[in-house]
């Protein structure tokens, strides 16, 4: 009986050996338009899209800071070389006021 199991094992292992060899002759080449690899392009287009509009808006709200930023300089010169002794530059609103009534001056 002891004899008997290693030569079970032995034959078990090498019928799984060849079936597992058998499985691995066969080669299969696909031209590459699966309904796999459409699906998985299909996704990655719309990503690449969604991600796309989504830089345009970034990039849209920088350029339009970046505007805004730049006509406050400009603003803010205008105000401080101005002639109107009353005009000053209000820092926190970025606005050209007057002293005397705090309204929006144009310089």
Not at 28 to 53: F, P, V
Request: glycine share 4%.
């Amino acid at each position: 009986m002891k004899k008997m199991i290693p030569a079970l094992l032995l034959v078990l292992l090498s019928g799984t050996a060849f079936t597992a060899g058998a499985t691995t002759n066969h080669l299969i080449i696909e031209d590459g338009s699966s309904a796999l690899s459409n699906e998985a392009a299909r996704q990655n287009k719309e990503q690449w899209n969604d991600t796309r509009m989504l830089r345009n808006k970034v990039n849209s709200r920088v350029e339009k800071e970046f505007d805004k930023t730049d006509r406050a300089f400009d603003t803010r010169d205008k105000c401080e070389q101005s002639l109107n002794l009353n005009a000053y530059w209000e820092p926190n609103t970025l606005r050209c006021l007057d002293r005397r009534s705090g309204r929006p001056v144009t310089p």
